[in-house]
């Protein structure tokens, strides 16, 4: 193992002062036993020395001193190449931080978009005025309708059908299931039986009270004379229909024990219109009063499921409805305008802040320009601390190989001449101050966007103006 030279370890270590060339390395430390390692440098310098290479004549050098100082060169070669591409890396980015190009769009940005606000809520403004005239049909269609009823409060609100549609299958269900459970001893076939067959009971009566009512016996309260004498006829048929349904049915109960064979059924019809209230069994009593019961519920659920007046409730329906249509429509375009003016500001945000960014970015870049140029002049004090130890190891063992001792041109140590590249710093850009910029755009796009909503007309302006 040849033995290694003392040496100051100091002016070997290189730290760079930033990465250059993100992922690359371009001022590499040079690892001294490695190179000497691949170089051979102590072997040769045996061999030399046993030759008596080089000669000491003040002057020559040896093939191993001329190769290790082609080989720090090229080291210093690819090291300035790297330095120059790192250079160029930062020029780009210097370039590419277009301060003034962003400070212009800040300053510009707002009138464009004031003028397309502007544009877009003229172009809606006759779209939504147009539109409301659906509104005013439907207003004017109401109104014409109270005034010829002579209708002066307003239409009742709608009903949420639910609890309507709950009242009524609580009651469908109660009779269903007494007249189930009384006319399942009469049936062959037992509940099922009786069950099939007794359905249509509530159906009738509930459904048939209730759709009654809704369609004719609401015709009372309209003023045409034709169409009271509808209600009247309506109010006969819906009390007929009550009256004489649950009747027979609870007669059908006192027939033949609530059988359900056609000959029940024609002797419940006839003991419902030769005697009616005369019924044999308490439970027919029972059966009777649930039947009337539910039927009146259900009369009580026709007269209210909308408003009573018939059509009242269908036309302010209609109004409500052309009314939502209408709201929505302007809601959509007073959001697009919104939509457009936040976008707007927050691109200016986006633009704000690359702005802000570049001019605090550039002095940075600068200033890595000139933290390259340190380095390049401490890489090649670095190098030439490198060339000093592989020649002293290379002399050291020359010289114990030879039989003189003293060569006089080893008296002096090898000079890197190497010439240090001068980058230039980047041309500083003028800049112009950002701070309040945002700011004041903001305000203008926000001045911008209050108009063009003010442009768009509101219900109640249409209503008293008509369509401007």
């Not at 003028?115 to 005025?129: C, P, Q, T, Y």
């Amino acid at each position: 193992m040849p033995r290694r030279v003392k040496r100051n370890a100091l002016l070997t270590i290189f730290q760079p002062k930033h990465v250059y060339l993100p992922g690359t390395q371009i001022l590499r430390q040079v690892d001294v036993d490695e190179l000497a390692d691949r170089l051979q440098i102590e072997e040769r310098g045996k061999q030399d020395g046993a030759q008596g290479i080089p000669a000491a004549d003040g002057k020559s050098l040896s093939v191993t001193e001329r190769e290790i100082v082609v080989e720090i060169r090229g080291i210093w070669d690819e090291t300035v190449q790297g330095a120059k591409r790192a250079y160029d890396g930062i020029r780009g980015r210097y370039a590419s931080y277009t301060a003034e190009t962003d400070i212009d769009s800040v300053l510009a940005e707002p009138a464009n978009i004031a003028v397309k606000l502007a544009d877009i809520a003229r172009d809606d403004r006759d779209r939504v005025s147009d539109a409301y005239e659906n509104v005013k049909d439907a207003r004017r269609e109401l109104e014409r309708f109270k005034t010829r009823e002579n209708i002066e409060r307003p239409p009742r609100p709608p009903r949420n059908h639910t609890v309507d549609f709950a009242i009524l299958a609580v009651f469908a269900l109660i009779e269903l299931g007494v007249n189930t459970s009384m006319f399942a001893g009469g049936e062959a076939q037992g509940v099922a039986g009786a069950l099939t067959k007794v359905l249509a009971i509530p159906v009738l009566n509930i459904g048939g009270c209730a759709a009654l009512t809704f369609l004719l016996v609401r015709q009372l309260l309209l003023r045409s004379t034709a169409r009271k004498l509808l209600g009247v006829l309506g109010v006969l048929t819906t009390i007929t229909w009550l009256i004489g349904l649950n009747l027979f049915v609870a007669h059908w109960r006192d027939s033949s024990e609530a059988a359900m064979a056609p000959d029940a059924v024609q002797s419940a019809l006839q003991g419902a219109l030769q005697h009616p209230l005369v019924l044999k069994s308490f439970m027919s009593w029972v059966l009777l009063f649930l039947g009337l019961l539910a039927g009146a519920a259900a009369i009580v659920e026709g007269w209210q499921w909308t408003d009573p007046i018939p059509g009242y409730g269908q036309k302010a329906q209609h109004l409500r409805e052309a009314d939502d249509a209408w709201s929505n429509l302007r809601d959509a375009v007073v959001g697009r305008l919104h939509e457009l003016a936040d976008a707007s500001i927050e691109e200016l945000k986006q633009v704000h802040r690359r702005a802000d960014i570049a001019i605090r970015e550039r002095p940075a870049l600068n200033g890595e320009v000139s933290s390259l140029n340190e380095d390049l002049r401490l890489y090649a004090d670095h190098l030439q601390a490198v060339l000093d130890i592989l020649t002293a190891r290379y002399r050291e063992e020359n010289l114990r190989a030879r039989t003189e001792r003293s060569v006089p041109q080893w008296e002096t140590s090898l000079r890197l001449e190497v010439v240090v590249p001068k980058l230039p710093p980047l041309a500083p850009a003028p800049s112009r101050a950002v701070a309040g910029k945002l700011a004041k755009a903001i305000d203008t796009i926000t001045v911008a966007l209050k108009a063009a909503v003010a442009e768009i007309p509101t219900a109640n302006e249409l209503a008293k103006a008509g369509k401007p």
